[in-house]
């Protein structure tokens, strides 16, 4: 076998020259395995045995991790990065079992939080807190009628306040329900757009606050192993921003490929803002919502909807919205990144994607479907040459929801395998906050199809360990349109991720400057 090399000129000084000894994987077909890698100013210069690469550079600088495994950079291919380093900081409800639960956090949180204070946070699923019905207002002024209370669902689709919440928010039971959004009654739940007139009354935080949570988002994330990520809107202007200031400070950690909301695409179009601006943070996407999600019955479904008679859920972006300005988005070379969650969601997506195909080839995009999480089987072929984004560590969670809510879709739910064999290219992530980014739990789900319950979800979806590190690899990266990651040849971005075992524990390993 060869060796792979790059010529970049005359070879750089030793000092220049970093040699890094490891069991590496490279995703390669070219050359699948390797025991060593020779990087330079921040790119791999050739792959091969250690005497092959040895012999390039005898002098280099050389980073010895033979009991490792090296493989391509991780990649976290759908998060809400700021709103994920804010919730480091918030109310963790993760867990929680019951309502009684969630108060007694509430309770302590209120213990050591000034009168007056907002307290935000988030994580409870209402299945996992026994409820039958939306929880009210009163449940959290039991134990927190002085500070107001703002608590998101996991799935951030539905918001639960207390009766000081809504009154600072001018919330009261004439309100009317906003367009793709409900106020439920009793109040305290708040589903979809409605959550935004609550939200809209918590202190907007400072620039430094934005500064501090997008780094602490950022970190966090390197410190996991991750490499890159894909943030995906459903932000405040304030938090791209952030992100954006701390490349050009040289502060950030990761490769960021950005999406904006599509209710900003006006000003994508005023800035001129297109694929490929460089640097370590790029404007890539324009985010639509096809739908809501399963844990607060608001996914899309197509009849019978959910088995307990809740309905079929409920439809936010029109397709006809979608349409116009995925292809506006298209035109800038954006991807259009639409959210869809429910059956019916998906096929009306799909709809749309096939009337966008030619501009997407001719613009050289590959649309994309975020979460694909409930599909019809004569859906799946469709998403042939479509990036399916999909979180499996969701799966865990939804298992119990998904057997008692939508049997009839239970075998092609977090249908990996299917979509992998159509064709799509699985780009895998967490959603965070939604989730944590935990890529240890999304190679257990994706592999094993255990949920919470101990029950394996459709077990023919399974991938193997190879396909996952794929998807959390080279998926994402052919996602964004970067051709340089998610594998180790000559020419590709030295940032690689170091395993004690892959599935394992990770940390990033990125060589030489980036900008």
């Not at 380093?85 to 000034?114: C, D, K």
């Not at 950005?258 to 000003?267: C, D, G, I, V, Y």
């Not at 909807?305 to 919205?321: I, R, V, Y």
């Not at 979180?391 to 969670?397: D, T, Y």
Request: charged letters at 20%; hydrophobic letters at 45%; a negative charge.
């Amino acid at each position: 076998m060869s060796l792979g090399w790059i010529s970049l000129g005359p070879m750089p000084s030793a000092p220049d020259l970093t040699v890094i000894h490891a069991t590496t994987l490279t995703l390669d077909e070219a050359r699948s395995q390797a025991q060593a890698v020779l990087v330079s100013g921040g790119r791999v210069l050739a792959v091969g045995s250690r005497e092959e690469v040895h012999a390039l550079a005898p002098r280099a600088r050389v980073l010895d991790h033979r009991d490792l495994t090296l493989t391509p950079g991780l990649a976290e291919a759908h998060i809400h990065l700021v709103s994920y380093g804010f919730s480091l900081s918030e109310l963790n409800l993760h867990g929680a079992r019951s309502v009684t639960e969630v108060q007694a956090r509430v309770a302590q949180r209120a213990m050591n939080t000034p009168a007056g204070s907002w307290i935000r946070g988030g994580g409870f699923l209402l299945s996992e807190l026994g409820l039958g019905e939306y929880p009210t207002a009163q449940m959290l002024d039991d134990v927190s009628p002085h500070h107001p209370v703002l608590l998101y669902s996991r799935d951030l689709h539905l918001s639960w306040a207390n009766s000081l919440a809504l009154r600072l928010a001018g919330v009261t039971p004439e309100t009317p329900d906003p367009e793709g959004g409900r106020i439920v009654r009793p109040l305290g739940t708040l589903l979809e757009h409605a959550s935004g007139l609550v939200a809209r009354a918590v202190p907007t935080p400072s620039e430094a606050e934005y500064l501090a949570a997008a780094r602490a988002g950022a970190d966090d994330l390197a410190a996991r192993g991750y490499v890159s990520a894909h943030t995906m809107a459903f932000e405040a202007p304030a938090a791209p921003l952030a992100l954006q200031t701390l490349a050009a400070r040289g502060e950030l950690p990761l490769r960021v490929w950005a999406a904006l909301p599509h209710e900003r695409l006006a000003q994508a179009h005023e800035l001129g803002l297109g694929r490929g601006s460089g640097g370590l943070f790029e404007w890539g996407g324009v985010k639509f919502f096809a739908d809501g999600a399963l844990g607060s019955r608001t996914a899309w479904l197509h009849a019978p909807g959910f088995a307990d008679g809740s309905g079929t859920g409920m439809p936010l972006d029109p397709p006809e919205l979608i349409r116009e300005r995925g292809a506006e988005a298209l035109r800038l070379g954006l991807t259009p990144v639409t959210h869809a969650i429910g059956d019916r969601a998906n096929t009306e997506v799909l709809d749309v994607y096939d009337s966008l195909r030619p501009l997407a080839a001719q613009q050289g995009v590959r649309l994309r479907v975020e979460h694909a999480q409930h599909l019809r089987p004569e859906d799946l072929p469709r998403f042939r040459g479509l990036t399916a984004s999909v979180q499996p560590i969701h799966l865990q969670a939804d298992g119990a929801m998904i057997r008692e809510l939508l049997p009839h879709l239970e075998a092609t739910s977090y249908a990996f395998r299917s979509l992998r064999d159509a064709g799509a290219v699985l780009a895998f992530g967490s959603d965070a906050p939604v989730a944590p980014p935990d890529v240890r739990a999304n190679f257990a789900a994706a592999m094993t199809r255990v949920d919470d319950s101990g029950q394996r979800l459709a077990p023919a979806e399974a991938l193997t360990e190879q396909e996952v590190l794929w998807a959390h690899t080279r998926g994402p990266a052919l996602a964004a349109n970067w051709d340089d990651e998610g594998i180790i040849r000559p020419g590709a971005r030295a940032a690689f991720t170091l395993w004690d075992r892959v599935g394992g524990n990770a940390r990033a390993l990125v060589l030489g400057a980036e900008g």
